[in-house]
C-alpha cells in the first residue's frame, strides 16, 4: 500500500504562484512513477503531469506547459508541483497519483483544493 497526501492548495489571484506537494507513505516511493491530474467542477479528471520514477523524464499537459513543473525528491518521499502564471481555468481540484510500472494508477490522493480567482 502506498498512503498519498496532498498539501499546498488554496486561494490565488490569476498570474500567481502555488506549490503543491505531495508526500508517500508505505511502499518505496522512488519505484513508482508519480503524477498531478485535476478535477473541475462538472468536468472529468485530467492529466496534468507525470515524472519518471528516477526523476529525470516529465511529461506535461499542453494546458500547463511552460506554466507548471513537476519534480520529486525521493528522500523525502515527495513529489511537487509548481504552478506559475495561474489562470481561473486552472481552479479544480488537483490530485497526486502513484503508478507501478506505468500502465495503471494503483494509488491516488484525497485531492487538495486550487481556486484561481480572475
Known amino acids: 500500500q502506498v498512503q498519498l497526501e496532498e498539501s499546498g492548495g488554496g486561494l490565488v489571484q490569476a498570474g500567481g504562484a502555488l506549490r503543491l506537494s505531495c508526500a508517500a507513505s508505505?511502499?518505496?516511493?522512488?519505484?513508482?512513477?508519480m503524477g498531478w491530474f485535476r478535477q473541475a467542477p462538472a468536468k472529468e479528471r485530467e492529466f496534468v503531469a507525470r515524472?519518471?520514477?528516477?526523476?529525470?523524464?516529465?511529461y506535461y499537459a499542453d494546458s500547463v506547459k511552460g506554466r507548471f513543473t513537476i519534480s520529486r525528491d525521493n528522500a523525502k518521499n515527495t513529489v511537487y508541483l509548481q504552478m506559475n502564471s495561474l489562470k481561473p481555468e486552472d481552479t479544480a481540484v488537483y490530485y497526486c497519483?502513484?503508478?507501478?510500472?506505468?500502465?495503471?494508477?494503483?494509488?491516488w490522493g484525497q485531492g487538495t483544493q486550487v481556486t484561481v480567482s480572475s
Open positions: 515524472i519518471s520514477s528516477s526523476g529525470l523524464t516529465t
Open positions: 508505505g511502499r518505496t516511493f522512488s519505484n513508482y512513477l
Open positions: 497519483a502513484a503508478s507501478y510500472g506505468g500502465s495503471s494508477i494503483q494509488y
